[in-house]
């Protein structure tokens, strides 16, 4: 086993897993192509024998050298995490951290952009440790009048608007005040 | 030459109203790529509809600007932030952001300003006096098989600048590779690994998965060390590098404006490729490599100096061909479309004052990064002070709406987000995120000139690497692999002798 550790094992598979994932579902489009002889699934398949090579590969190598990274390598990753304190609250932080931008992605389409902005800025102000009230509330405004002011007023970028209501009707109300901006110049 | 070039001076400053979108390509790429979660990706796609009414010259020459002057304001949030503001500047953080850590972020910015502004002028230069020759060499000598050559050699480079060791590098580059082979085949149409999702059959488009993979992740990788106490704000320091210090690197500057106008010129390839390949060589050259990634100036410089000499390079095959050299170029070509002209040769007869008009904006837009760009920097400086946890939404924010705008879909919403937790699990592990992003922009590039330069050789391998540059390119990249893999074999060795 050498210097390899569970960490090291569980990576591995996760790739092999990933590249069987690819493999398995590249028989869906195991079609030919008239002017290409090599057909559609030689270009996936190819990068996949090479990944389970590379993956052997890095397995070889952490079992001689364990994590540490290779000599006179360029923009490696730093982890000064090791010697910091690990309480479980910092891990339920950082984990609700990771998936709240998911759920703001998810509510975009019957949400709206409009009505899920401030929620989603004031919840990532107090989920990085803001606390004040006045702070938050001020700072979720003031993000989302410039992000209105940009994109909305100056650029009449085209937003999502939901299709739920009331979050539809309020993007709609939105969209009719910068209407009305709009015409006053 | 100097006569066409005072004629698209005059054209461009004889007219109010194409000085006003000049200026407005000048600051708007500038901000937009200095803004961290947008980029001038996003501005363009804003900006394109609005384009069916300008003049075509103007069209073309506001989104050209835009090119030169984004490309710069990139390396400003690849600096300050570690959040490159387009897939060009990321070799710009390698070094950069280990600047900013250390509190030399000025010197690192006023470099990225002058490598930049020097760039971008030389390569303008070069563009006006050669694009005619140099597209007909490119027409002789440039086909698929040297382009999929090309981007073999730039997978090379990009696997051995990244990760903390060279499996990793490659793992990235892989993965990044794999996850361009979403959507349909690039030869006969047909959809992969679509999972039943009617949008994905489109492919997963760049942006958002730039936007994750850096801005994104990034976001993550600070909240978590603010989450375990571990957070340091970065150090304002606005001191510029000197005349001196920067002439040490004379060099590295003429070499990346060679090599960064080379990739230019090669259809498809563009400024990303070229940022890595000036970044590659500089380290390849290098007396100090191991200074390399921990704030060694020469990186930004090469970084920046490479991708700025390719966006004048990168109008020659849009230009002369019709070929786009990048995502901005190909908005451009429908800036063209829009006006019903066709980007190629006969543009060179039919519009002479359209393509000189460009060719001057281009040329002042980079001089104006010298200018602009040092006042600009002294205030953008200043984001460093704002504390994290108020930056973060609004980054969050900008990468939102930049991931939206492109094709107006929610699922590319969603992919930067799953982009931004999959880049800040690999980082945890030591991946290469910059690999990762140059497999997904160059993978269908490498595919389909793959399959092309197989079907003129007839499927024989001889043939392919008969043609010189094509197999100047392969020999160079399979030794940029061999030595990496030696080293990790040798390190292996000497793990075992330790033992």
Redesign the interface.
Known sequence: MGKLNTSHLIEAMAWVAIAALFFIYSFEFNQKIEIYKFGATAWPRSILLMLMLVIAGNLFYQRANGSTPQPGRVGISEDDLDDAEKPLSSYLNIGSFLFLPLIFAWSLKPVGFYAATPVFTALVIILLGERRPRWIIGITLFIYAIIIGLFMIVLNAPLPQGTVSPFYDFSAFMLRMNNQLQNMF | MIENFLAGTAALFGDPITILIFVFGVIGGMLFGAIPGVSMLTLAA?LLPFSAGLEPAQGVMLFAVIYCTGTYGGAITAILFNIPGAPENAPTA?DGYPMTKQGRAGKAVGAAVLCSAIGGTASALLMMAATEPLAKWAIRNIGPPEIFALVFFGLAVASS???????????SV??G??VA?VGQ?P??G????N?GMTDLAAGIAFVPAILGFFA?SEI?IQ????????YNAPKLDVNFPTFLELWRYKIAVVRSILVGFFCGILPGIGATLAAFMGYGEA?RWSKD??S??KGNLE?VISSETANNAATGAAMIPLLALGLPGGALTAIMVAVFQFHDMEPGPLVFYNSPELIWVVFAAMFYANVSILFIGLIETKTILQLLRIP???L???I???A??GS??GR?L?LD??V???A??IG?LL??????I?GIVLGIILGKIG?QN??QG??MVH?DLITYLSRPICLILIVAGAITLGTG?Y??LA??RT??DQQ
């Not at chain 2, 600048?161 to 793992?171: D, R």
């Not at chain 2, 047909?190 to 690994?193: A, G, W």
């Not at chain 2, 909240?223 to 571990?230: L, T, W, Y």
Request: aromatic residues 18%.
């Open positions: 804003i390698f600048v990244g990760g903390n060791t060279i499996w990793k590098g490659w793992m892989l993965l590779l794999l082979t085949d030869v006969g047909i959809n992969r690994y999972f994104v993550f909240a978590e060390k603010r989450a375990f106490g571990k380290v490599k191991e390399f990634g990186g994290f946890h108020f973060a939404p609004m969050l924010m900008l939102s709406i939206y705008i107006g929610v919403v969603m930067m987000f799953l931004g937790m800040f980082r945890r592990s030591g991946y290469s910059p595919e793959f399959a197989m079907q499927y893999v080293k990790a390190s292996n793990s075992a």
